[in-house]
């Protein structure tokens, strides 16, 4: 696998901010394909960690802190699913993206969904996790959903979540929730003249079986698979299996529906650099919270650079 290269840069529309992680390697600087990637309701694009430089080895990624997110300014704005999708299309028109393909993750469905909804234009879109269900449309389900999911995820995800979220902050939190709660997935998703690939956990809760069951029915034209042993968080800990999906997927080779196990979709454990090297890891991690908190986009993207090499190190042993 090849080194990939970062980059972090803000994208400014309408008096609020998006940060874009630029990631890529020299054989996909100049690909003609891209991947976006839009995490859920009060995360960022470290949840991508792991799936952003294996699809890299493929394509440029454009991996997005949204407004209010990883320590972005909150907006004044209605933080409503139609206000963070003018925000990726932003992106889009900055970076000259005209056919990426979308990859959004649990509330990053419902933006993704929206803009494919806009723009008939783009032609793929994977779909992580979606989130809610139309039997379970309450907050203290929710909750409930996400905390049975949780009791299968790593540890080191949940300390990323919660980190995340304290980043977000409560109230920009349950200012954003609402509009999560009240966005009907399935009915936007008969706008959508894309091919989409539905993806979940075996162990999601937040997003059953039933539920993509219905989403296949509303859509145009969707495939669905399944990952043994993952749960809501399945991007990060079974990175590698959505990645083959994905690009199976775009490669017209992968069947219509499926399940994967989960040793082929796991992680592999590091090959290289033991407690040190997962010390150094974590202390970039913990740098880049500290920055974005303080809002020093320098120092955010020097700590994103450095876990990137530090990553790299661990599963090849290579130098960069």
């Known amino acids: 696998m090849e080194p ?25 600087a100049h690909a003609d394909r891209a991947f ?13 960690d792991l799936l952003a430089p294996t699809l890299a080895q493929e394509a440029r990624v454009f991996a997005l802190d949204l407004p209010g997110f990883a320590g972005q ?13 003018d925000q990726v299309e932003a992106v889009l028109d900055r970076f000259d993206l005209g056919d990426p393909v979308l990859i959004g993750h649990s509330f990053g469905t419902q933006i993704a969904t929206e803009v494919l909804a806009r723009r008939p234009g783009i032609r793929h879109a994977v779909l992580i996790g979606p989130v809610v269900n139309d039997r379970e449309r309450s907050m203290p389900l929710q909750a409930i959903r996400f905390a049975q999911s949780s009791l299968f995820e790593p540890f080191r995800l949940v300390l990323l979540a919660v ?8 109230a920009y939190f349950l200012r954003v929730l609402p509009h999560m709660m009240q966005y009907r997935l399935a009915d936007r998703l008969r706008d959508v003249s894309a091919q989409v690939l539905l993806i979940r956990g075996a162990r999601d809760f937040s997003s059953p079986r039933y539920y993509h069951s219905a989403l296949v029915r509303a859509a145009r034209d969707a495939w669905r698979w399944e990952i043994h042993g993952a749960a809501h968080s399945v991007i990060n800990g079974n990175a590698i299996g959505v990645a083959k999906l994905t690009t199976a997927f ?13 040793e082929e979709a796991r992680v592999p454990d590091p090959a290289h650099g033991g407690i040190a090297l997962a010390w150094r890891a974590a202390r970039y991690r913990v740098q880049e919270w500290f920055s974005a908190k303080e809002g020093d986009e320098v120092g955010v993207e020097h700590a994103k650079e450095s876990h990137a090499a530090v990553m790299w190190r661990a599963f090849t042993g290579g130098r960069r």
Do not use: K
């Open 4 to 28: 990939a290269d970062i980059d972090v840069e803000t994208v400014e529309f309408d008096g609020v901010r998006t940060r874009v992680t630029r990631v890529q390697t020299e054989r996909s």
């Open 36 to 48: 976006v990637l839009i995490a859920g309701i009060g995360v960022a694009a470290t949840y991508f």
């Open 73 to 85: 300014r909150a907006p004044r704005a209605d933080p409503s699913v139609s206000f963070f999708a």
């Open 163 to 170: 980190s995340a979220y304290l980043l977000c902050g409560f």
């Open 250 to 262: 775009l490669a017209g080779d992968l069947a219509r529906r499926g399940q994967m196990s989960a």
